[in-house]
């Protein structure tokens, strides 16, 4: 059973930096991307990051662009998202969410919501203006 456990989240000044962190789990291929997705208050879920097990491929919304940094350690099975300069807008609950493949995966690929097939419960980050 494949799980992701997300943490890290809370309340920031704008301006300021937070680390989320996804514990994964439960994978049967070697093959999986992992992305980090938002929804605010009244808006759709949005994809901001991912990463690809296969080839440490990335993939940045043009909205974080330079200021958010995906990263695993393979060792520990996590993904992180380092978040730097945060801003208001950043204000959301963050899900982390992946699927596997039978195939090697190179980023961008499949990095809509419907592409996902597994969601954490996700974390909520506040950014204070």
């Known amino acids: 059973e494949v799980q992701l456990v997300e943490s890290g989240g809370g309340l920031v000044q704008a301006g300021g930096s937070l680390r989320l962190s996804c514990a994964v789990s439960g994978f049967s291929f070697p093959d999986y991307a992992i992305g980090w997705f938002r929804q605010a208050p009244g808006k759709e879920r949005e994809g901001v990051s991912y990463i690809s097990s296969s080839d440490g491929s990335t993939y940045y919304a043009d909205s974080v662009k330079g200021r958010f940094t995906i990263s695993s350690d393979n060792a520990k099975n996590t993904v992180f998202l380092q978040m730097d300069s945060l801003k208001p807008e950043d204000t959301a609950v963050y899900y982390c969410?992946?699927?596997?493949?039978?195939?090697?995966?190179?980023?961008?690929?499949?990095?809509?919501?419907?592409?996902?097939?597994?969601w954490g419960k996700g974390t909520l980050v506040t950014v204070s203006s």
């Open positions: 969410a992946g699927y596997e493949a039978v195939a090697p995966i190179t980023m961008p690929t499949m990095t809509g919501v419907d592409d996902m097939d597994y």
